[in-house]
């Protein structure tokens, strides 16, 4: 058995998300303290602080965390992390180790800088065509943000460049609700800030790089997903709040490996059950 966690990014938020995880209001109080704002009742009423990316941010890598936490303390491992966007994140800080706090902290960081570069132009398109289709098809002013699945690409730029582009392709497409062109040229004054503050927390300055160059480069989940499929995974359990990625994951991998969504304390005990064995709370095989 071989297990890979998936953290979240932007656009998998839910009202009410991981709050039942014991650890959930104390790591929430952290973004409490980074954003000024009650972000726990945001999150019971899906409030619309969430829809500020500099909240959202460090929001999502709280709860993931939180629910990472009681995944952990249950005996469950991974032998490897991925995130899809701003997942990756979370995914290299649990396996350097670095403290809930800093995690916390490097995504305010990084929702910050993405806010600073932020326009009412910028905004983002899920096509329904694969990546290299949309590619194929991209027009100036528009660039692929996200690979998200065989049958799903999103495109980023200029809202009346994807407006024009929305009328010149042949596949059904929707505007996403975002507050900028993420994953595009447009984000480039927000990567050096990111590179510091992930310098500052990793060991390996390469990981630093890549979540820094991650900001103005496309998301490449269906392939990442499919590699791991490749080597020899078998087991992939997605972490709080898990619906979004879960779908695509299910839509690039069929029946290849078992999928096991994570929401909540009884899910993580139903995931135990499910995967058939123990492991202990260091994450060994027993």
């Not at 409490?32 to 972000?39: A, S």
């Not at 009742?41 to 999502?60: F, K, Y």
């Not at 994140?89 to 806010?115: D, K, Q, V």
């Not at 009346?160 to 975002?178: N, Q, T």
């Amino acid at each position: 058995m071989r297990v890979a966690w998936i953290f979240p990014g932007q656009g998998a938020e839910e009202p009410g998300m991981g709050l039942a995880f014991p650890r959930a209001a104390s790591l929430l109080s952290i973004v409490e303290r980074e954003t000024g704002l009650d972000v726990r009742r945001a999150i019971e009423r899906g409030g619309r602080a969430l829809g500020q990316t500099d909240v959202l941010q460090p929001s999502l890598v709280a709860v993931g965390w939180a629910c990472a936490e009681a995944m952990k303390a249950a005996g469950l491992r991974a032998d490897w992390c991925l995130g899809h966007s701003l997942g990756a994140l979370s995914a290299a800080a649990w396996e350097a180790g670095l403290s809930a706090e800093r995690a916390i902290g490097l995504a305010a960081t990084r929702g910050r800088a993405m806010r600073s570069c932020a326009s009412e132009a910028g905004t983002m398109l899920a096509v329904r065509a694969s990546a290299e289709d949309v590619e194929a098809a991209l027009t100036p002013g528009v660039c692929l943000a996200a690979d998200n699945a065989p049958d799903e690409a999103v495109v980023s730029g200029d809202a009346a460049a994807l407006r024009r582009f929305a009328s010149e392709i042949p596949w059904p497409s929707r505007p996403l609700r975002v507050s900028g062109a993420w994953h595009s040229p447009a984000m480039a004054p927000a990567v050096a800030p990111l590179r510091e503050a992930a310098l500052s927390a990793f060991d390996d300055a390469r990981v630093a790089d890549a979540l820094a160059e991650d900001l103005v480069r496309p998301v490449r989940f269906a392939p990442a997903l499919g590699q791991l499929a490749d080597d020899g995974y078998t087991d992939l359990i997605f972490v709080a709040p898990g619906r979004v990625p879960f779908g695509l994951a299910r839509r690039t991998l069929g029946a290849r490996l078992a999928l096991h969504r994570v929401e909540s304390p009884a899910d993580v005990a139903a995931t135990v059950s499910r995967m058939g064995r123990a492991v202990d709370a260091d994450g060994r095989d027993p």
